[in-house]
C-alpha cells in the first residue's frame, strides 16, 4: 500500500507538470504514437478485410498472417528495425512495429463483420440492382461496423501497451517512467508511469466501447445475426426488409 501511496504522491508532485518530462508531453507522445500506428493499421487492414469478407476469399491466408504478426516479439522487432533504418529515424521503426501489431486485429473485425452480415439482405440488395461495390459500401460495410469497432478497439489498446517501449529507442511517451524507474530503482516513478498508462488504455477503450453501443443501436440487433445456408430461399422478414430500405 505504501507503494502506491509514493506513486500517487509521484503523480501529483508539481514537478509533473513543469519538470523534465511533464507528464502532459509524455501522454502527447504516446497518444500521438497510437493514433498514428492506428491510422496506418486501419488504412491497410480495412480494406483488405472488406475485400474478403465480400469475396470470401483469402481468409485463411489472413488468418495464418495475423497469428504470425502477433507471435512476433515485440522489443526484438523494434530493436532490429530501428538498427535497419538508423537510431535518427527510430520513430519510423517504432510506427512500423505497431502497425505490424494492429494490423490483424482491425483486419479480422472488418472481415469478420461483412461476413456476419445476414445474406439475405445482401442478396435482396444484390436483386434490387445494386452493384458489388454498392453492395460492400451500403450495405456490409455499414451493418458491420460494431465488429469493425470492436477490432480497432482491439488493436488501440494492444498499441498502448506496446508503446511503452517507443521508450527504449529514445522516443519518450509514457514508458520513460517505466524505463527510467527501473534503471534509477524509483519505484514511485515506475509504478506510476504503469497508472497512467493503463488509465489511459481504459480511458480508450471507454471511447471504443461507447461508439460500437452507438453503431449497433444504430442498426438494430447488428450483424450478429446468423448467416443463413446459401441455398435458403426465406423472404425477408420486417427487420431485415426496414433495414435494407433504410441503407438505401
Same mark, same amino acid.
Do not use: C, K
Given at each position: 500500500?505504501?507503494?502506491?501511496?509514493?506513486?500517487l504522491?509521484?503523480?501529483?508532485?508539481?514537478?509533473?507538470?513543469?519538470g523534465p518530462?511533464?507528464l502532459?508531453?509524455?501522454i502527447?507522445?504516446?497518444l500521438? =504514437?497510437?493514433?498514428?500506428?492506428?491510422?496506418?493499421?486501419?488504412?491497410?487492414?480495412?480494406?483488405? !478485410? =472488406?475485400?474478403?469478407?465480400?469475396?470470401?476469399?483469402g481468409?485463411?491466408?489472413?488468418?495464418?498472417? $495475423?497469428g504470425?504478426?502477433?507471435?512476433?516479439? $515485440?522489443?526484438?522487432?523494434?530493436?532490429?528495425?530501428?538498427?535497419?533504418?538508423?537510431v535518427?529515424?527510430?520513430?519510423?521503426?517504432?510506427i512500423?512495429?505497431?502497425?505490424?501489431?494492429?494490423?490483424? $486485429?482491425?483486419?479480422?473485425?472488418a =472481415?469478420?463483420?461483412?461476413e456476419?452480415?445476414?445474406?439475405t439482405v445482401?442478396?435482396?440488395?444484390?436483386a434490387? !440492382? +445494386?452493384?458489388?461495390?454498392?453492395?460492400?459500401?451500403?450495405?456490409?460495410?455499414p451493418?458491420g461496423?460494431?465488429?469493425?469497432?470492436?477490432?480497432?478497439? &482491439?488493436?488501440?489498446?494492444?498499441?498502448?501497451?506496446?508503446?511503452?517501449?517507443a521508450?527504449y529507442?529514445?522516443?519518450?511517451?509514457?514508458?520513460? =517512467?517505466?524505463?527510467?524507474?527501473? &534503471?534509477?530503482?524509483?519505484?514511485?516513478? +515506475?509504478?506510476?508511469g504503469?497508472?497512467?498508462?493503463?488509465?489511459?488504455?481504459?480511458?480508450?477503450d471507454?471511447l471504443?466501447?461507447?461508439?460500437?453501443?452507438?453503431?449497433r443501436?444504430a442498426?438494430? &440487433?447488428?450483424?450478429?445475426?446468423?448467416r443463413?445456408?446459401?441455398?435458403?430461399t426465406?423472404?425477408?422478414t420486417?427487420?431485415q426488409? $426496414?433495414t435494407?430500405?433504410?441503407?438505401?
Amino acid at each position: 500500500m505504501n507503494l502506491f501511496q509514493d506513486a500517487l504522491a509521484w503523480l501529483t508532485d508539481p514537478e509533473r507538470s513543469s519538470g523534465p518530462n511533464p507528464l502532459v508531453d509524455r501522454i502527447g507522445e504516446h497518444l500521438w =504514437y497510437t493514433v498514428l500506428a492506428l491510422v496506418v493499421s486501419a488504412l491497410i487492414a480495412i480494406p483488405l !478485410g =472488406y475485400l474478403i469478407g465480400h469475396t470470401g476469399r483469402g481468409r485463411q491466408l489472413a488468418v495464418l498472417g $495475423s497469428g504470425a504478426a502477433r507471435a512476433l516479439p $515485440s522489443l526484438g522487432l523494434l530493436t532490429i528495425f530501428t538498427l535497419l533504418v538508423g537510431v535518427g529515424n527510430a520513430q519510423v521503426a517504432a510506427i512500423a512495429v505497431f502497425v505490424i501489431l494492429g494490423v490483424p $486485429s482491425i483486419l479480422a473485425g472488418a =472481415y469478420a463483420g461483412v461476413e456476419a452480415v445476414d445474406r439475405t439482405v445482401v442478396d435482396a440488395a444484390r436483386a434490387m !440492382g +445494386m452493384t458489388e461495390t454498392q453492395i460492400l459500401f451500403r450495405v456490409e460495410a455499414p451493418l458491420g461496423l460494431p465488429l469493425l469497432l470492436g477490432g480497432l478497439r &482491439s488493436a488501440a489498446l494492444q498499441i498502448i501497451a506496446t508503446a511503452v517501449l517507443a521508450a527504449y529507442v529514445g522516443l519518450g511517451g509514457l514508458g520513460i =517512467y517505466i524505463q527510467r524507474g527501473i &534503471s534509477l530503482r524509483t519505484y514511485d516513478e +515506475m509504478l506510476g508511469g504503469a497508472i497512467l498508462i493503463v488509465l489511459l488504455a481504459l480511458a480508450v477503450d471507454a471511447l471504443f466501447a461507447i461508439g460500437e453501443w452507438v453503431a449497433r443501436r444504430a442498426i438494430g &440487433s447488428g450483424p450478429t445475426r446468423s448467416r443463413p445456408h446459401p441455398d435458403r430461399t426465406e423472404p425477408l422478414t420486417t427487420d431485415q426488409q $426496414s433495414t435494407l430500405e433504410e441503407i438505401r
